[in-house]
């Protein structure tokens, strides 16, 4: 819950702070080894992640575009704009931890706040 807030996420902030509960229930915690592909451009879209620990590539094309650390997120794109795929493919550079919500979970949570 305490990483929600840290990582001031703007469309969480917004967020009652009673609410935190839910959203950390709604969370999965999932692991990732330097190198493993978390998900490819183009693919559907179905997770939206924060980035608990850890370093994530931003690719698209091929080409890094960004590089992303500790409280930041990625994913969110394929959840909110119906019918779009993933805009880049993201891959974890070290040992990752990633906090994950599903796309049902992440529309829902926001039509019931």
């Not at 692991?31 to 879209?45: C, K, L, N, T």
């Not at 698209?60 to 994913?75: N, S, V």
């Amino acid at each position: 819950i305490q990483s929600f807030k840290a990582f001031r996420i703007p469309f969480f902030e917004a967020i009652p702070e009673s609410k935190y509960v839910d959203l950390a229930r709604d969370c999965k915690l999932e692991q990732f080894d330097a190198h493993e592909v978390i998900f490819a451009e183009g693919e559907p879209g179905d997770r939206f992640y924060i980035i608990s620990r850890g370093q994530v590539s931003v690719r698209r094309d091929g080409k890094e575009i960004a590089r992303l650390g500790t409280g930041r997120y990625f994913g969110e794109v394929s959840l909110v704009i119906e019918g779009c795929d993933r805009t880049a493919t993201c891959i974890a550079t070290k040992k990752s931890t990633l906090m994950s919500m599903d796309k049902e979970n992440f529309r829902g949570f926001f039509e019931n706040t």
